[in-house]
């Protein structure tokens, strides 16, 4: 028995376009959810590299449109690269990596006023350590985690998090040895496990590191098998839901695919699911991958050919299914995609036209709308963003 999708509940006679191409996977679908409504403010925070500054934005959640937050663009480390928001959006973390070979980043924090949106920063940020170009943090907010490539050694610095004040404390067994040149993390929302997808330019080759995270100290353990043949691995996500590891493969001489592995919920191995890599085909270097809330949809960041593309997830992994009129015009340059708390709105870092794209998100395809004013003006060479409901 297929479950079908109905516009307005209820059942139907015919499978949709969507149920259909789930269908032909062998895989039975999920009834569509309803769009969420947001039962607070939410926040959109996009770091600008060239200009070291933070565009903050409050988010209409109603329609997805944008409006800049009093303050705006806050100042951060020079050149920011990466941002990641507590879990209950009352802290904002930025990775700056400085300029020059032998200059030290770290990690601007922020906390966020939870009525205007307004960025300050905590007391003792910013947090040094490494050159960090990404930041992730453990669904119950005990620990943060940087991946640095651009240090003599990659490796991954990890930091305890006061709940208090979000300051940040270096564990102390930190660094942890990591695969070459790690430009994406991507936490299990068990908290169990971490990933680490690295590039390798220098190979045109990649990996994905894994590693068990101590629930008491937060301390970093490779995982056998670790780590993983992959191709220069970017900025991956790990289904809401657990269990699956989407990782886009940017590949300069060839089109670009989406890998997608299975997570071994014991032990964190990490298992290429059947038909993976899914070819992408849009262009030559995708760098960022989202998902929605609801763990329906997928959509990649593709940077030279200004566009997001967009997949149905099939419910019990195994599959990417495009979704119809998929992919989707955006800015110039797209090196980022984030979906807002309520999986209604997807936001697409447009880092050579200095801008934000928002798009409604249809609920029951997956399909991709431009918000009314889109694009949104942020600072200059915007690269990842954040959003958030404290």
Known sequence: VALLFPACGGTSTTLSPFAQSIQNLGVVPHRAEPAKKAAKPEFLYVVNQSDNTISAFKINTKTGGLTKVKGSPFASGAVPSGIAAYPTGAYVYVAYQNTGSSSTGGISAYSVNPTSGALTQISGSPFQGGRPSEVALTPNGAYLYDASP????????????DPSNGALTMLSDAPYGTCGEPEGLAIAP???????????????????????????????????????????????????AGGYLFVPNGVYESNDTVSEYSIDTGTGALTAVSGSPFAEGYETYCHQVAVTPSSRFLYVANPNTDNVAAYAIAPSGGGLVQVAGSPFAAGTNVEGVTVDPSGNFLYASNSGSNSISAFKINQGNGVLTHVKGSPFATGSNPIEAAALAP
């Open 190 to 240: 068990s908290g169990n496990f971490l990933y680490a997808m690295c590039t390798l330019y220098s190979e045109y080759d990649g990996e994905i590191a894994a590693y068990t995270i101590s629930p008491g100290s937060g301390s970093l353990s490779e995982i056998y098998g670790s780590p993983y043949t992959a191709t220069l691995s970017q900025r991956g996500a790990i289904l809401p």
């Open 150 to 161: 651009a240090r003599n050694v990659d490796d991954i610095i990890g930091y305890s998090i």
